[in-house]
């Protein structure tokens, strides 16, 4: 199946659109969607407006030039994924457009089928992959900064509480209160180490997938037993319908996400028996899960904002304790598994989480 790709050239000579026009519906593996503008200025206007996958440039347009339209398309996309055309045959031309972020280069006269398709196919390609490390770069420092937080607040608890034990054990009438600080302490460490599983969950939801088909009862039923005290604790109750299919994944990785997503409903409870309602249905190309909650619910623009990694929207965290990384991690798997989640819910009236999950997965 051919891949759809939307492009924009912006060359001031007519016959040239055509020609590279031509090029680029011969192009083997690619359906492209072409977009024109004879100046620099509308080309600008045209980005502004549209997402484009390529950005066919010339070098030598009139007004405003193709340098200077390059710099300005950086700006607006620091990832745009611009291919420079010359008649010029200039090597230092293409050293100047390469250094200024362009990702490829060709020469006018010596534009063809092939050499077109290697252009756009190296521009799609260096593009992503810009925009995966600049992703990944961000959730970084956002985890750095973050663990760096959230990691010192419970260690500060351990130091603190440590240094009065250690006080505290040269006064034999002071005894008793000793056990009080130890309590303190295992609180603190139980707390890092909670946040330190969490960061492994999040970053093991990216790992390559050993992917096969599988019974999904099978997973929701190991997923309940991993909860079997948390469940026991809170007396809840979890329903699962009798016609669970078989589907295709990284059964540990799924067995995680509903594993997550069932804790989830049962913390975020006031009611006196938390239950949670789960439910699977085919789709044709893939099957959809929803888990449903008798929880305190989210306010309807929140919906989004529950999957970004260490979020805490509830304002009382003493009573709700976390990570944040709990849903970041359920999206993580999910997406790694080429499918989608997300959040239908009303504040005070709980929440359901809905979860496609495509009937093959790309390895």
């Given at each position: 199946m051919n891949k759809s790709i939307n492009v924009l050239i912006i060359d001031d000579d007519e016959d040239g659109r055509f020609?590279?026009?031509?090029?680029?519906?011969?192009?083997?593996?690619?359906?492209?969607?072409?977009?024109?503008?004879?100046?620099?200025?509308?080309?600008?206007?045209?980005?502004?407006?549209?997402?484009?996958d390529v950005v066919l440039l010339d070098y030598s347009l009139p007004g405003i030039s193709g340098i200077d339209v390059l710099e300005k398309l950086k700006q607006l996309d620091a990832d745009a994924p611009v291919i420079m055309l010359t008649g010029l045959g200039d090597e230092n031309v293409a050293v100047e457009v390469m250094k200024l972020g362009a990702v490829d280069y060709l020469p006018k006269d010596r534009v063809s089928t092939d050499s077109m398709h290697r252009a756009v196919t190296h521009a799609i390609e260096q593009t992503e992959l810009k925009r995966q490390v600049r992703t990944q770069r961000h959730e970084l420092e956002t985890f750095a900064n973050v663990l760096a937080h959230d990691l010192k607040t419970p260690l500060n608890g351990v130091m603190g509480f440590a240094e009065?034990?250690?006080?505290?054990?040269?006064?034999?009438?002071?005894?008793?209160?000793?056990?009080?600080?130890?309590?303190f302490i295992y609180q603190s460490a139980h707390h890092m180490n909670a946040l330190i599983s969490s960061l492994q969950q999040y970053a093991n939801g990216g790992l390559e997938l050993e992917a096969h088909e599988f019974d999904l009862q099978e997973a929701l039923d190991q997923a309940k037993n991993n909860l079997a005290t948390t469940i026991a604790e809170h007396k809840a109750v979890i329903h699962v319908d009798t016609?669970?299919?078989?589907?295709?994944?990284?059964?540990?990785?799924?067995?995680?996400?509903?594993?997550?997503?069932i804790a989830n409903g049962i913390k975020y409870c006031e009611a006196?028996?938390?239950?949670?309602?789960?439910?699977?249905?085919d789709t044709g190309d893939g099957t959809v899960i929803t888990v449903k909650d008798n929880g305190i619910g989210i306010r309807e623009?929140?919906?989004?904002?529950?999957?970004?990694?260490?979020?805490?929207?509830?304002?009382d965290q003493e009573v709700y304790e976390g990570t944040g990384l709990g849903l970041a991690t359920c999206k993580r798997i999910v997406e790694r598994h080429n499918g989608r989640i997300w959040c239908t819910s009303q504040l005070g009236h709980g929440s359901t989480f809905h979860v496609y999950l495509p009937a093959q997965v790309n390895r």
């Open positions: 020609a590279f026009r031509r090029f680029l519906t011969q192009l083997s593996g690619f359906e492209a969607n072409v977009i024109e503008a004879e100046t620099g200025e509308d080309g600008l206007d045209m980005y502004r407006s549209n997402s484009f009065l034990l250690l006080l505290k054990s040269e006064e034999t009438d002071e005894y008793n209160n000793i056990k009080q600080e130890i309590r016609n669970i299919p078989r589907i295709f994944g990284c059964k540990s990785q799924i067995i995680q996400l509903f594993q997550n997503l006196t028996t938390p239950e949670i309602i789960i439910r699977a249905g623009d929140q919906t989004k904002d529950i999957f970004t990694a260490f979020s805490r929207l509830h304002a």
